[in-house]
């Protein structure tokens, strides 16, 4: 009798463990299914915020007539904008390279050229809105040397002649570079002016391109790290309201020299073009720009030969040392290690260089006729 009591207790406590197992093998697979739900609602949430939207749909201004396009050999469009004489009567002829959050309207040099000299020197300048910028289609396939050929295709187009000058200012000016590199066959002269330095180019010596990057603003820094290290993460970076976006996107004007703030305030710190430079979405023009600028180039500036080995042209660097958005000292090793540039400090300024009164023309001047008056 007492064997078989023992034997119902044994019994009955086997039961209740099994059911305890089994109630604990439910919760634990409950557990697993919540959790792995998390972790696919998550990873969703976070593929979809990552994904740029698609590029909003080019319109002109309303009531403006649409500008002229140039349709390129992959069927898209570059929009551009002419200044100065009419191009079959010039005597030199300049495609100009807008920055970053700019458009074709912000050529400061077309705006600031003296008429007189314009007339008197037969100048033509043509800008244009880069890829994905304004009212010219944007290129998913952009890389450093497409946006050079590009620019020899907009001139083929405007029937500028086998050779013509670039001028480009801040992102414009390092895309200059890639026009030094690719198509320098077309070129009669380049002027760069405050260009932006990657600080990936792999000659720049690690010390140096260390410094310059860390005297940016840490959310800068954050917002060039991405644009290289994870390009699939820059619209989110951009967008989240999280941690501080890159604040040459916000406008912070943290970021200005003493003369830039100076010019600026003159200016009313308006940029009245800047809705129509984004019309198509902050991925297509900015963050774009940033993933191509800041990218792994295919080649570096200091590994470009002298373009005019037989002095039938120039290029020329033009930089203040108080720029507070390109370091200078980075600047200056560039001009040394390539002594066929022309290098041009200006003491006191900043980015905004070209604002200067009289700066415009002596940069023209130089650029088309060597002379600095």
Request: contains cysteine.
């Amino acid at each position: 009798m007492s064997g078989g009591r023992t034997n119902r207790k044994i019994s009955a406590a086997s039961a209740r463990s099994h059911t305890r197992n089994t109630k604990k093998k439910s919760s634990s697979g409950v557990l697993k299914t919540v959790l792995l739900v998390a972790f696919v609602g998550v990873a969703g949430w976070l593929y979809q915020a990552t994904q740029p939207p698609p590029p909003k749909p080019i319109s002109s201004t309303a009531g403006v007539t649409a500008p002229p396009r140039i349709k390129l050999r992959d069927g898209r469009h570059l929009a551009y904008k002419e200044h100065g004489v009419p191009r079959n009567e010039a005597n030199f002829k300049i495609v100009y390279v807008h920055g970053f959050d700019s458009c074709r309207h912000d050529n400061y040099f077309a705006d600031a050229l003296s008429p007189g000299m314009v007339e008197g020197m037969g100048i033509y300048m043509v800008s244009f809105d880069r890829p994905g910028y304004g009212e010219s289609d944007p290129d998913p396939n952009r890389t450093p040397r497409s946006i050079a050929l590009d620019i020899e295709e907009l001139a083929d187009g405007l029937g500028l002649g086998s050779k013509f000058y670039v001028l480009g200012l801040s992102m414009g000016a390092q895309i200059t570079w890639t026009c030094l590199n690719y198509i320098p066959h077309r070129l009669a002269g380049a002027t760069l002016v405050a260009p932006v330095i990657n600080y990936w180019w792999r000659n720049l010596p690690e010390n140096m391109a260390k410094e310059g990057f860390t005297q940016m603003l840490p959310a800068d820094q954050w917002a060039l790290r991405v644009a290289h290290y994870a390009p699939w993460l820059t619209f989110w970076w951009n967008t989240q309201k999280w941690f501080p976006i890159s604040n040459v996107i916000a406008g912070n004007p943290d970021i200005l020299s003493r003369q830039d703030k100076e010019i600026l305030t003159k200016l009313g710190f308006s940029k009245p073009n800047q809705a129509y430079a984004r019309q198509q979405g902050e991925y297509e023009s900015l963050h774009r720009d940033m993933i191509v600028g800041f990218g792994s180039w295919e080649f570096d500036p200091l590994d470009i030969k002298d373009p005019f080995p037989n002095r039938v042209g120039s290029v020329h660097v033009w930089h203040g040392d108080e720029d507070r958005f390109v370091p200078v000292k980075i600047q200056r090793h560039i001009a040394e290690n390539l002594p066929w540039i022309q290098y041009h400090e200006v003491a006191g300024s900043g980015h905004f260089l070209p604002l200067v009164d009289g700066m415009v023309d002596k940069i023209v001047k130089t650029l088309l006729v060597g002379e600095e008056d």
